[in-house]
């Protein structure tokens, strides 16, 4: 075990793999003592039919497998002479599966052996310091809720996103600024005049009417840029726009931090409520507007072909 104590956490995988395959093992043992012809992987299958006819797709939902997976278990105990399949008689399509006479006579005689076992279960647990089986409840729950994976992929993201400055807009940034805006736009939509104004002039269209722009550097590269554009307009103070980020640094929070930042410039300038507009092709960009607090809103003008959805929010 100095293997899982060295790497800890990290190898739970792997440990629960470990402790999985030695239950696995006694579990075909005590399959053995009580003289069941039975495979522990069989077991959720076989239970679940000792109760009903189920089709397998009824299988798969009650027991938390995959469809293919139970399709191909059914299979291996048919063989074994455990189950038998017939057609639904009111979908013809679809095959029912139930224990064969070899199969219920086995459902009774391993009555003991769940009795034993369910008393060894328990007389582990008075043993352990800790409820193995609320644990795992509980851990289902929360993995059900949210992924493994996406737990990993927030702890990427926070500590990736530690690397990352949001810095005012300055001459040498130029290139990025257009380079960025033009990555993006051209690999869903087109390049508008209204683009070209504001990506090869950015001083004279943004700063000088009494707009910004902030630049997310990683690792001091330019990887993502973002502008407030000063509306003259009786409902808006600010346009939030030209929001870029570079796909190879995608997956680092910079779109989240560039935006917090670019919405707390707007409020020390002074705003009262931001607008933007964009597209729902863009499915990211637009949750992660709803998340700062954007709201949809319609009925307005835009120099864009490519927008589709119009935002607001009250700063």
């Excluded at 808006?236 to 410039?265: H, R, T």
């Amino acid at each position: 075990m100095d293997f899982y104590t060295e790497t800890g956490k990290m190898a739970i995988g792997s440990r629960l793999r470990l402790l999985t395959d030695k239950i696995t093992a006694d579990a075909s043992a005590i399959y053995q003592l009580y003289n069941i012809d039975l495979q522990p992987k069989w077991f959720p299958v076989f239970h679940t039919l000792a109760k009903g006819n189920f089709t397998i797709t009824e299988l798969a939902q009650v027991i938390g497998h995959s469809h293919p997976s139970v399709s191909k278990i059914v299979q291996e105990m048919a063989k074994g002479g455990l189950i038998t399949e017939k057609k639904d008689k009111g979908d013809g399509r679809k095959n029912v599966v139930s224990l064969s006479k070899k199969g219920k006579e086995l459902s009774e005689k391993i009555k003991d052996q769940y009795t034993d076992v369910t008393a060894a279960v328990e007389e582990l647990s008075k043993e352990a310091k800790h409820d193995l089986w609320k644990a795992i409840e509980e851990w289902e729950f929360l993995l059900n809720r949210k992924s493994l994976f996406q737990y990993v992929q927030e702890q990427k993201k926070k500590r990736e996103s530690v690397k990352v400055q949001i810095v005012p807009y300055k001459p040498e940034y130029a290139a990025a600024f257009r380079n960025l805006n033009e990555e993006w736009i051209t690999t869903y939509f087109k390049m508008e005049e209204s683009d070209y104004k504001a990506l090869d002039h950015p001083k004279e269209y943004i700063l000088n009417k009494g707009g910004a722009i902030l630049v997310a550097l990683y690792d001091d590269e330019p990887v993502g840029v973002c502008a407030l554009i000063k509306m003259k307009d009786p409902d808006y103070d600010f346009e939030l726009a030209k929001m870029a980020v570079s796909p190879k640094a995608q997956g680092k929070n910079i779109g989240w931090l560039l935006a917090q930042a670019i919405i707390e410039k707007a409020r020390s300038m002074g705003g009262k409520k931001l607008y933007l507009e964009s597209n729902t092709i863009l499915t990211p960009a637009i949750n992660l507007y709803y998340k700062l607090g954007f709201k949809k809103i319609s009925g307005r003008t835009t120099p864009y072909e490519r927008c589709n959805i119009q935002m607001e929010l009250d700063l």
